[in-house]
T-cell receptor, first 114, second 116 residues
Framework: SAVISQKPSRDICQRGTSLTIQCQVD?????MFWYRQQPGQSLTLIAT?????????ESGFVIDKFPISRPNLTFSTLTVSNMSPEDSSIYLC???????????FGQGTRLTVV | DAKTTQPTSMDCAEGRAANLPCNHSTISGNEYVYWYRQIHSQGPQYIIHGLKNNETNEMASLIITEDRKSSTLILPHATLRDTAVYYC?????????????????FGKGTHLIIQP
């Protein structure tokens, strides 16, 4: 199994500012995934982050709004830029197990933009 | 990935078996059925997965029909802590996805409420 730590667990931010969310994994993993969960909704994949290359973004998500860093095999960050109230969501980090049979998720970062 | 259909919500009495259905009529031969659950204010948790045979682990059993167009997740003795949203997800095995893992496509899931 993989243990994932996300920071911060929650934050309240002013519109127009940016927040960087950190994701730390207790083992080396090839790919890390970032999801968004809007209030009352299911999870939506934002992007896939590989170490040493640019992240791959899903339709509807762009690098300027959600820049991602992946400096090593155990760490990644997601920045939510120029925030608006519509960005209020839970943001979750995820990795695949070593056998690629199951995904592990962090506890999420609950973001409120006011 | 194939689309899945699940009931929006279900109730089950504590101590009884909870049977959660999932339809995946467009599943392809290389796609697995996965189940995850999300307890309130937590990240999703893996439960079980299977290809064509029935599977059982310490958490649940997965029954897949012979034509693989539907499946049922069974929690044999539901407790209050099993109250959660349960997601049925269909995805390719890694060997068929170009060698790398893809992210998961979550539907709306089933909100299972265990009643005392």
């Amino acid at each position: 199994s993989a243990v994932i730590s996300q920071k911060p667990s929650r934050d309240i931010c002013q519109r127009g500012t940016s927040l960087t969310i950190q994701c730390q994994v207790d083992s080396q993993v090839t790919m890390m995934f970032w999801y968004r969960q809007q209030p009352g909704q299911s999870l939506t994949l934002i992007a896939t982050a590989n170490q040493g290359s640019e992240a791959t973004y899903e339709s509807g998500f762009v690098i300027d709004k959600f820049p991602i860093s992946r400096p090593n095999l155990t760490f990644s960050t997601l920045t939510v830029s120029n925030m608006s109230p519509e960005d209020s969501s839970i943001y979750l980090c995820s990795v695949e197990g070593h056998q690629n049979t199951e995904a592990f998720f962090g506890q999420g970062t609950r973001l409120t933009v006011v | 990935d194939a689309k899945t259909t699940q009931p929006t919500s279900m109730d089950c009495a504590e101590g009884r078996a909870a049977n959660l259905p999932c339809n995946h009529s467009t599943i392809s031969g290389n796609e697995y059925v996965y189940w995850y659950r999300q307890i309130h204010s937590q990240g999703p948790q893996y439960i079980i997965h299977g290809l064509k045979n029935n599977e059982t682990n310490e958490m649940a059993s997965l029954i897949i029909t012979e034509d693989r167009k539907s499946s049922t997740l069974i929690l044999p003795h539901a407790t209050l802590r099993d109250t959660a949203v349960y997601y049925c997800i269909v995805r390719y095995a890694i060997m068929y996805s170009g060698g790398g893992a893809d992210g998961l496509t979550f539907g709306k899931g089933t909100h299972l409420i265990i009643q005392p």
